[in-house]
C-alpha cells in the first residue's frame, strides 16, 4: 500500500483492483514495465498513482530520486475489465525488449491463465428454487474433465448473442480477440460460482439470480431449456484462507450465496463461521447448510432493491468484530461490499491477504464513485 489518491470515475471497482494489485502482488511486474517501458532501467521501485483506460501513471524511483512517467497503452481499453490484459501486454513487451532473463509474478500468473480453458458444454436440468432464483445443470462435452480449484470456484458463462440459440464461440475463445468480432456476433455473459460439482455424474450446478431481462446472463437464465449449448470459461478462485485461520465470516447477497454454501460445506463441522447475509423475505431466500459451528445474519431488504441498502455494513459493524485470525470472504453488490472491506481494512485492521471482499456486481446507479487506493 501507498499513500497516493487516485482518482476516476470509470469502472471504480476494476480500478482499484487493477491498482492495487500492480502495486501490490505485481510490484515486481510493475517494476519491469516501469524501468522498460518508462525508460529508468535503473528504477528500484515502482508505484501506480493514476491509472485510466489508456494507461497508467508511475512514480519510478532511481538513485536521482522520484520520476513521474506515463506508460500509455498500445491503444485505449474500453472498459476497466480489460486494463488487465492490456497491462499484460505491457508485460510481455517489457521483458521482450529488457532482454533480461526472469520471471515476474505476473508472468507466473499469465502461466497459469495459459491452462485456463473454454469448456463447451450444454444444459440437462432448469430447477426453480424459488421464484428469483434457478438452479441450472450442465454436463457433456468438455465438462467431462472439469476439476473445481476451490469452494468458490467461478467460472464466466459464456452465451450466444441476445436473440440466437447456437454459440458463436468455439475452445479457441479469447478475451484479447472477442473485441474484433462483429458486435452481432458477440457473445454475453457473466461469471457464476460453481455451487456443485458432482465427479460420479460429472454434473454442474450453478444458481442463477434472476434479476429480470435487462442482464442477458439473467435473461438467458430466465428461458434456459435442456439442450441450450454454453461455453464456460476457467475455473477461476478467489477464496485463499491463511492457514492460522479461525474464524470465517462470510459477507454476502443472493449472489454469492452460492459460493458462501459451497465454502460451509467446505470447512470441518464445528468450524466457527458466521455468516451475514443480504436477502429477500424468508421465502426466498438459498438455503444455507444447516452445521455445527455456522451462525447466519439474515438481513431482509423489506421491499428495498438489491443493492440500495447499507444493511451487509451495518450489521458486520454492530456485531462482534472479526477475531485478529479471521478470514474474511465475500461477495455481493460492489457498493455494498466496498464498504464492508473498508470497514475491517481501515478499522479493523485486518491484513489484505484476510480479505477477499469481492464486488460480483454494480448496481447501475453506482458508478461515480471517487476511491482511493487505501481500499486495500
Ligand atoms: C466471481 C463471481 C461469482 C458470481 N457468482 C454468481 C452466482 O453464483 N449467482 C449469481 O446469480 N450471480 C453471480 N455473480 C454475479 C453475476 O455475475 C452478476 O449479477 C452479473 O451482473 C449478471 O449479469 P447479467 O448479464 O444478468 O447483468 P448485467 O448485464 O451485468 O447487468 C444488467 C443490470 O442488472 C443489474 N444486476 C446485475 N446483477 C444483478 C443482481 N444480482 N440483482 C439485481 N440486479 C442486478 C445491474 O445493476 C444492471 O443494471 C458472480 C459474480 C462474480 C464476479
Redesign the pocket.
Known sequence: MHDDTVTTTDDEEQLVAFVEALNGEYADSLLLIGRILGDRRDATSAAVVGADLAGIDVRLTDPMGDHLVRIDLPEPVGEASQLVYAAMGLLVTARERSGEPGTTSAERVIAEMAGIRTMLTSVVRVVDEHPH?RRITFRGGDLDGFAPLGP?T?LYVLLPPPGRSELTIDRGFSWETVGDMPEADRP??????V?EWRPDTKELD????L??D????????QRAAVGDPVALWGP?T?YAPPPTTTEYVLVV???????AAAIIESLPPGTPVRVFAEAGPPGERQQLPDRDGVQVTWLDREGA???TTSLLEDAVRAAAPPAPTAYVWG?A?SRCITAVRRYVRREVGLAREQVSL???????D?TDDPYTDEDA
Not at 358 to 364: L, S
Open positions: 432464483l468458490d467461478f454475453v455473459g457473466a461469471y457464476y460460482s455451487r450453478m444458481l442463477f439470480v434479476h429480470g435487462e442482464g442477458p446472463a439473467s435473461a438467458w437464465a477461476r478467489a447477497d443472493e449472489t454469492g450465496l452460492p459460493a432493491e438489491p443493492g461477495g453488490e469481492t464486488g460480483y456486481w454494480r448496481h447501475r453506482h
